[in-house]
């Protein structure tokens, strides 16, 4: 089993719609979680950190459920600039220790259309 | 503030044949990280380097690749022979250090097409 599922699409939406991507992880002992951002053919950049309370920037919202285990990425009033590949990141930490290696899901294909 | 520079942009090569790409990371970054990222796939880690040592290679097929970091800043990843398989874009990453919640930094990558 991957350790971070996520749903490819493609996501097509009209600007101004609101889009939610989720994804799964499978080992409870994870201890922080991302959403990247990667545009085509460009590298991964860190769009924002998913925080036990949940967080918002700006239009970006990212939820935790850690008793599901699964994250959510909410995009409000959509923009074009908002295409992209939404990747989804988990940190999964050793036992006892401060080390940890990043688990990136396959991404999730988002396509604002005019 | 420079980023991660990496080169080559593309290499194209046989398989069977070698292949070396090189990382810079952004300067004062002490964590180094090779990832692998297939078509259609998320980035897997490959190694991870502390200063110049390895803390993570468990997932590098070490039969066919390597990599170093000798003085703690630059890194060289090697595959020979190169596979079918291994066509892919080669991410160098670079953090501030091991701590939860860092912020990975990533080159442009290597495209590598194996044929």
């Known amino acids: 089993r991957k350790e971070v599922e996520q749903d490819p699409g493609p996501f097509n939406v009209p600007e101004g719609a609101t889009v939610a991507f989720n994804c799964t992880y499978s080992?409870?002992?994870?201890?922080?979680f991302f959403w990247y951002r990667q545009d085509c053919r460009k590298e991964p950049k860190l769009l924002m950190s998913?925080?036990?309370s949940g967080n918002e920037d700006g239009r970006f919202t990212a939820q935790l459920n850690r008793a599901s285990q699964y994250i959510s990425l909410l995009i409000r009033d959509s923009k074009l600039s908002d295409s992209a590949t939404y990747l989804c990141?988990?940190?999964?930490?050793?036992?006892?220790?401060?080390?940890?290696?990043?688990?990136f899901g396959r991404g999730t294909q988002l396509t604002v259309w005019p | 503030e420079a980023g991660v520079a990496q080169s080559p942009r593309y290499k194209i090569i046989e398989k069977r044949q070698s292949v070396a790409f090189w990382c810079n990371p952004i300067?004062?970054?002490?964590?180094l990280y090779w990832y692998q990222q297939i078509l259609g796939q998320g980035p897997k880690l490959l190694i991870q380097?502390?200063?110049?040592?390895?803390?993570?290679d468990s997932q590098l097929p070490k039969d066919r690749f390597s990599a170093e970091r000798l003085k703690g800043v630059d890194s060289t990843l090697k595959i020979q022979p190169a596979k079918l398989e291994d066509s892919a874009v080669y991410l160098c990453?670079?953090?501030?250090?091991?701590?939860?919640?860092?912020?990975?930094?990533f080159g442009s990558g290597t495209q590598l097409s194996v044929l």
């Open positions: 990453a670079s953090s501030i250090g091991l701590m939860f919640r860092e912020k990975l930094f």
């Open positions: 080992n409870s002992a994870s201890q922080s």
């Open positions: 998913v925080y036990s």
């Open positions: 990141v988990v940190n999964v930490a050793d036992r006892g220790s401060t080390l940890g290696r990043l688990y």
């Open positions: 300067s004062g970054h002490a964590t």
């Open positions: 380097f502390q200063n110049n040592g390895v803390v993570d």
